[in-house]
């Protein structure tokens, strides 16, 4: 079968026409970097199959940074029959560096020109034929995203897969082409492949083909001491300009420029308030706000707050009362999240009483009854209650990073935490980690510098993920249910911007003690801004979803059956009251750790219930909603249903009700559940990002970085006011001692 | 006799979710395990956003 890689400039569209060559789903995101590896599909769109390979989005085949070698390394050692070189059309001469570094390879090579139609709209012509003529390779133009000129793209590299191609170079008027040439003869004698690019690469100092061709290597310093440039001798930089010099001659007359294109457009002028220096954060945090308020809000647009237009209808039918509840309660009109939470949550409370009765009637056994209703179900059940409203706040989430907004957050977060040594580029991973960690981890490759990769895969789990909201929307929920003036909205958004202050924080405290260095520069190109593709929203949510019903139908249920069991269960396996059960014995036995934090021995003999739930947070995230479901009415609390109007935080309310746990520590809990180890998985994709030896490391930091830090919360929610004077007596005694110093080291005495 | 025929379905009803219960239990680890040896994604969802790649997959090297 053909081989074709596909090869181009970072947001150049390589996965969006992989997708359409491929039929597949990989994930597409309008910001450089999205692809940190190569994947490959096959392609049935021509008169034969062709397998595809998408590579990282590169600026160059020198190799500087992960990306830039795992393409490298695939184009030189794995010979694919054809490269399709995807070419960013609105911004030509740019992506038109990396093509003149694939033209010196033996390879085929196909340029694709990408976004053509957003060039036409600008009012643009790019003319293919007059590139492909200075080029000397075929000139496709495409619109991947719109799936247009794709077959003609196949056939061409089809064809140019058929016939062999020698490297050319546009160097030839360079003052290095001699010493190029010397170079190439040489490698080929050897018999070496591609003997132009390693002979190029090799004038420019790239390591390891100094490394690999040191004979060579002598000729090209001969030739640096015999003459003298203006350069200096840094003959990368030297070939670099002579290459967009060439660029600029030979191929910008192949667009023409209206008009129309060299005034602002309407990115540039979105950008000038989005990205302003002043007034972008609050920005961003007025959209962030509006993304939660949507999402979890009971009172929307707090129309009731503000009207008091919320009351309980009451018809007489309990059902349709509990329906109308759905959207409409005493806390005010419902925000489209909480609408689908309450209506997942009613249709699983119709669900669970269906299987009920069904369980029931079938004469199955009280344990078995008990197995099925208080461990299977409402361990799933817990968990699918969350579904619709996460994948609402992911939709809002996807929004955004698929118009462009989410690159622009990294730009003004770069500008305002590099003084706390954190860099732009690593906001990337760590806002993919709202999503999942996994991916976020995976994408901290693109780091350059290893202490910026070893901090930025300790704080990415600080940016709540999926698995994490539903823990965040119960207690919010159940804490918003429970006392009144909370609102369950903001108490989300406070806690997710606390985790995004403890990563900057933990940072900068890194940044001064184990991880000093320089904060690496911060260069993005800028996407332009687009509207959001279905297409690729859907697949966004339909990850989502797979995510969380492959999770509650294996990890969650398999949870949920052992806690049910370990909650009902004695040492002896004998079926049990609660209090001698082994998950009783086990959660006491350790309650005492989690003491500082409000949620151990001071809730009596129900101190260890919060303890288990962290602990089976460990394995996934979701299992702390599912363990809260399972144990609610094993210790017997009296779960409030629809009729006391409560939703599917029912359970939480309840527990917070039968254990006395206080707000304080709920939210404790809460965070120490966001700052501690991750999931499995994700603490497995860290350690494999991690050099060797340091990972120990990082367990450590997330276990002492959530203790700490949940032990300050409950002590400060507590005793604020307490906390309060010290710190002001601290801070009056600090600025005394720092006066009286001042004062002693004053030479005039005074 | 229905007395019988009712003890008797509850009886392989209790059975049938003890193996279920059972069965959830060794599926839920197994499927871990297959996952992780399988590599194809670390969590096991083999999301989009993984790209096909995961920690398991040797890093390029300089």
Redesign the interface.
Known sequence: MLRIALAGNPNSGKTTLFNALTG????VGNWPG????K??GVCKKGSVPMAVVDLPGIYSLS?YT?EE??AR?FLLEEKPDCVINIADATNLERNLYLTTQLLEMDVPVVVALNMTDVLQKRGDKADAEKLSAALGVPVVCISALKEEGIRDLVQAAYKAAQTKRAGTSVLAQSPLAHLIDDITIALRGKGVAHPLFHAVKLAEGD??EVKAHPQEMQTVEAFKKKCADGFEGDYEALIADARYGYITQHFSAAVSRSERSEKLSASDKADRILTHRVWGIPIFLVILFALFHLTFAEDLFYLNAIFKIGFDVETGNSVLDSFVAVFFSSAGVAAPGVILFNLMGFVCTLAGNGIASG?SA????DW?QG??ND??WAGVSGVLSFIPQILFLFLLLSILEDSGYMARVAFILDRAFRKFGLSGRAFIPMI?GF??S??A??NT?TLADEKERIMTNRVIPFFTCGAKAPILAAVCGAIAAQYAGINADLLVFALYLFGMAMAVLTVAIMRQTTMKGEVAPFIMELPSYHLPQLRSLM?HLW??L??YI??AF??I???S??IWFLSNFSWNWQMTEIQNSILHDIGAFVQWLCTPMGFGSQLGKFGWVFVVAAVTGLIAKENVISTFYVLAPAIGALIPGWDDGESGIGPVVALMQATGITWQALIAFTVFNMLTIP?F??A??V???TPKGKFRYTLAFWMLTSYLTATAVYLVLTWWWTVFILLLLAALFAAYVALRNRAKSCPCGR | MQFLLLSATGTIVTVVIAVLAVGLVAFGIGYQIWCKKKGKSSCGCDCSSCGGCCHSHKKEKK
């Open positions: 597949s789903t990989a994930h999205v692809t940190v590896d994947r490959e190799p992960p070698m795992i390394n390591e390891p369980v079938a004469g199955a056994a078995a197995l099925v461990g299977i993919m999503g999942c996994v991916p981890a995976i490759r697949v990850d989502k797979k995510h492959k999770k294996t990890v249920v398999a949870s059956v052992v999931c998985a994700a497995a994709t350690r494999g990002e």
